[in-house]
């Protein structure tokens, strides 16, 4: 089968042939992929960013966003059946530790993240588990949902987290509007009662921003602090959700918030720094999010049925993985890009 393979660090994948996986354990599902998204994380992990985090050997394939049909079960698996449409939760995880038994599957203690510590997505078949799948109904695209188990689920665990603090009259700023961002902005909508102020770059993401019900638009062209100060009457955003997290986003940001305000960190790449004299005087807090739950990416495909949240995404062959990684980086892709196999 096809599959696009990182061989070295700061170096291009490679889009190449490799063997197909098998079943080899009795709660197994390999899944014949529809879409698979493609997240900064790619280019993150491109660059060496996550070579200790992922104890990772190379060369292994990319993608961890990923949704498709069941083409082989284990022997065990009784949840879902061959043909079945699933969207699959980003981490393959034991079900027997506590956090697993909480429901924290993001913190299993025997955990595999697919496309980051072994093979992923980016290819024709990925290998899972039946604790990871969820099955949908089998008039979604696989294309048209890819991007939701990853970036989609990311964007709705942090919103979940910040709905207590999102009551009636109060503001949340999204920094970024791209393929979380976006995500982001309709599940506040959905979710919360809350003034939702869109930051980003791009005057094209702002417009696309209004369409998904943006209640204000900023530019970061250096006087978005003062805008979403004048915005929050001189005071701050209750909640600021950072979907950039380098490049002068956090500094900015965090001059966008409230005393006593809660900085969601999603995006990544940057360094926080922040006196703790700052952090003690006015109460900020700060914290930080990896993607959500199994029930957490249940909830949000419940959202999704209902029409409440739209993935705004760009199809791309698999073959063509590296233009897609080429647009990404260049700052041409708007919404998600998704990586679709040929025949799906
Ligand atoms: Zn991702
Ligand atoms: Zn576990």
Redesign the pocket.
């Known amino acids: 089968m096809k599959a696009v393979r990182l061989h070295a660090y700061n170096q291009s994948p490679v889009v190449e042939e490799v063997a197909e996986p098998t079943i080899s354990g009795p709660f197994d599902v390999i899944v014949r992929i529809g879409g698979a998204g493609l997240c900064r994380t790619d280019l993150h992990i491109i660059e060496g960013q996550w070579v200790e985090k992922s104890g990772v050997t190379l060369p292994y394939t990319l993608g961890h966003e990923n949704a498709g049909w069941v083409h082989a079960v284990g022997s065990a698996v009784s949840t879902v059946a061959v043909g079945d449409t699933v969207i699959v939760h980003p981490l393959i995880?034991?079900?027997?530790?506590r956090?697993?038994r909480a429901g924290n599957d993001m913190h299993?203690?025997?955990?595999a993240f697919p496309g980051i510590s072994i093979d992923g997505g980016m290819a024709t078949f990925l290998k899972t588990t039946a604790r990871a799948v969820v099955k949908l109904d089998s008039s979604l695209a696989p294309k048209d949902i890819a991007a939701l188990a990853d970036a989609g689920l990311t964007a709705y665990h942090a919103v979940k987290k910040a709905i207590p603090l999102l009551y009636p009259g109060t503001k949340a700023v999204v920094i970024g509007a791209g393929g979380l961002g976006h995500i982001g902005v309709q599940c506040l909508k959905a979710l919360t009662p809350a003034e939702v102020i869109v930051v980003d770059k791009s005057a094209e993401a702002l417009e696309l921003a209004r369409g998904w019900g943006a209640d204000h638009t900023v530019r970061a062209d250096g006087s978005e602090v003062a805008r979403v100060r004048e915005i929050t009457e001189g005071q701050g955003a209750e909640v600021i959700l950072d979907f950039v997290g380098e490049g002068g986003a956090l500094e900015s940001g965090i001059a966008m918030l409230r005393r006593a305000g809660y900085y969601y960190v999603i995006g990544y790449g940057g360094r926080l720094v922040v006196p703790t004299i700052d952090i003690i005087s006015t109460e900020i807090n700060f914290i930080g999010n990896l993607v959500g739950t199994y029930n957490d990416l249940v909830e949000l495909m419940a959202l999704t049925a209902q029409g409440k949240v739209r993935l705004h995404t760009v199809v791309y062959p698999l073959e063509a993985a590296l233009d897609a990684i080429h647009d990404l980086e260049s700052g041409r892709l708007h919404g998600r890009g998704i990586l679709v196999p040929e025949g799906a």
């Not at 995880?93 to 530790?97: A, D, E, H, L, S």
């Open positions: 995880t034991c079900g027997f530790c956090a697993c299993c203690t025997s955990s």
